[in-house]
């Protein structure tokens, strides 16, 4: 029987070896599983920009103090307050642990918590609050309007200027060159606060959270809104 021709003398002593069918085998795999990962990163990316989680939009378009008292220096009164809630994202939005809060002087006078709901994607949700804000101090300007009535005055609509600017001017009819000085102002500070979760392709979770501040004029005398500032 015939023997294989053996190979080359200078072969052998270069080192020469017949490639192995297993490395090239592992070669592919490895190039394989580069471009896995490669699709799967793209696609991962293209799913993120197309179901980015984005942060509810709030807008406030309604305050009320439907009931007002004073009394020694002191005011109470029922906060009301309508805000509209949109979710931008394509995936439901589940709002929980969320709250509205009433400030006066920097210091916190009134709270409640708003239960808990869910917004469909792209749609809007209107959320309306109402509660007591138990009796607190007033400062001194304030006490002292809230004791007598003040002159004829002129208010703002809901989306004028800075209630801090809207010190209504009274203007009287016998002298109307003559301009009486405005009556003060009580500035009390809104904050509500909307917490939930988006779920996207019903697998990742991600937590956002929106706050949207406003800053209301109220008569002290009456508890007429005069005007506010989101």
């Known amino acids: ?3 294989s021709p ?19 085998v592992a070669a592919s795999c490895v190039v394989a599983a580069l471009f896995i990962l490669l699709a799967a990163g793209g696609a991962a990316a293209a799913l ?30 029922t906060f009301q307050q309508l805000a ?5 994202n394509r995936s439901p939005l589940a709002h929980y642990d969320s709250s509205l809060r009433v400030a ?21 949700q209107y959320m309306a609050t109402s509660f007591t804000v138990p009796a607190f ?4 300007s304030s006490a002292a309007a809230a004791s007598s009535s003040p002159a004829q005055t002129i208010t703002v609509p809901a989306s004028g200027p800075s209630p801090a600017a809207v010190g209504a001017v009274a203007l ?41 501040v406003c800053r209301i004029g109220v008569s002290p005398a009456d508890g007429r ?3 506010f500032r989101c």
């Open 1 to 3: 029987m015939a023997r």
């Open 6 to 24: 053996e190979p080359p003398r200078y072969y052998a002593a270069a080192g020469y070896h017949r490639p192995s069918p297993f490395s090239s």
């Open 48 to 77: 993120f920009l197309l179901y980015r989680p984005q942060a509810p939009a709030i807008a406030v378009t309604a305050v009320q103090l439907p009931s007002f008292a004073s009394r020694n220096g002191t005011v109470a009164f």
């Open 84 to 88: 509209s809630v949109r979710n931008p």
């Open 104 to 124: 006066y002087a920097g210091g916190e006078v009134g709270s409640m918590y708003i239960p808990a709901g869910q917004i469909d994607g792209g749609r809007t």
């Open 137 to 140: 101090a007033v400062t001194s």
């Open 172 to 212: 009287q009819q016998e002298q109307p060159q003559q301009q009486v000085a405005a009556p003060p102002v009580m500035e009390v500070d809104s904050l509500l606060v909307v917490k939930g979760k988006v779920t996207i392709l019903r697998v990742f979770t991600h937590h956002v959270v929106a706050a949207k």
């Open 225 to 227: 809104v005069l005007g």
